[in-house]
């Protein structure tokens, strides 16, 4: 079993940043992945970002590419998303999740372990 927890999220203008946590704890094996998704009001949740529990590939949806960035902190068992640039479209809850795949997956239903979500909100 796997839990995750996320915090970070909150209120900024367009263009501004953002630091997303997500910290893992219980059996989590360094050849699972976690992911990013968000989800606003009548929509699915969409692909954030995702990579490998340890390892330096990480992909990015189009949308946020060049934007956000994943870094790590092993010695918490954190990994961080770094927001910049933010635009309104970029609101909504985000979610991070652990899956058993080794393979990073964009596939939402290959998660496993989500977290409560934390909000973020961008203003115009």
């Known amino acids: 079993q796997v839990q995750v927890v996320e915090s970070g999220g909150g209120l900024v203008q367009a263009g501004g940043s953002l630091r997303l946590s997500c910290t893992a704890s219980?059996?989590?094996?360094?050849?699972?992945?976690m992911g990013w998704f968000r989800q606003t009001p009548g929509k699915e949740r969409e692909f954030v970002t995702c990579?490998?529990?340890?390892?330096?590939?990480?992909y990015y949806a189009e949308s946020v590419k060049g934007r956000f960035t994943v870094s790590r902190d092993n010695a918490r068992n954190t990994r961080y998303l770094q927001m910049n640039n933010l635009r309104p479209e970029d609101t909504g809850v985000y979610y991070c999740a652990v899956s058993f795949s080794s393979v990073p997956t964009s596939d939402r239903a290959r998660y496993r372990f989500w977290g409560q979500g934390t909000q973020v909100t961008v203003s115009a």
């Open positions: 990579f490998r529990w340890t390892g330096n590939i990480t």
């Open positions: 219980g059996r989590m094996f360094s050849t699972y992945t």
